[in-house]
């Protein structure tokens, strides 16, 4: 039981890699050119804010794609009860990692266009849409386009609890260490 949960675990955090790593590879490819291109939205703010750019969405998005085409390489010599490929069909894997990867950096950009919305600045906290948000719409995005992978390989208990409870910690924790390597000016 206790190592079911483990592996299921294991999995999970494995499978969501190409996810979780746009975010801190946007915080090192950006700068440059705003998304938004210093746009304002009707309601007089910023459309997504100085902290989004294009090289931090293609870079961070790129990053994901690599790495997640290195790890599907990689299971091939590592145990696949606990780091399984995402698929052995090569075209099906890319198509599904772009989704992973493009989907957390369309995601981070949503959460940024809500947080100008409700009038917090480019750089200020918001709980749960800076930790969340970005796993939610690439999360919709692989059920919409590969739906039966992620009712297999997401749609469990352990798998939901995992990113939900687990994705703000480990969020958290990479945002301090860029924070103390001096990377990000602040620690969200
Ligand atoms: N970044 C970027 N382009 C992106 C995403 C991130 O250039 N599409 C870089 C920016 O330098 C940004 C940093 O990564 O300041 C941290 O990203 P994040 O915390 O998501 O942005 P914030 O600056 O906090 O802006 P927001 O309030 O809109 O979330
Ligand atoms: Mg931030």
Redesign the pocket.
Known sequence: MIIEILEGIVITLWLMLPVYLP?PA??I???GTP?DFGKNFIDGRRI??K???W???FG?ALSGLVFGVIQNLGAFYLPQQWFPCFSTSWFYAILLLATMSFGA?LG??F??FI??RMG?????K?FLL?QLMFVIIAWLLIYLFFPQWFLWHFWNVVSIITVFVLTPFIHRAVNIIAYKVGL?N?PW
Request: aromatic share 6%.
């Open positions: 975010n946007a915080v490819f950006g700068g998304i997504l804010g902290g989004k750019t090289r931090g969405f961070g950096m981070d950009s959460g940024s947080k100008r917090i600045e480019s750089g200020g918001a800076d990000k602040v």
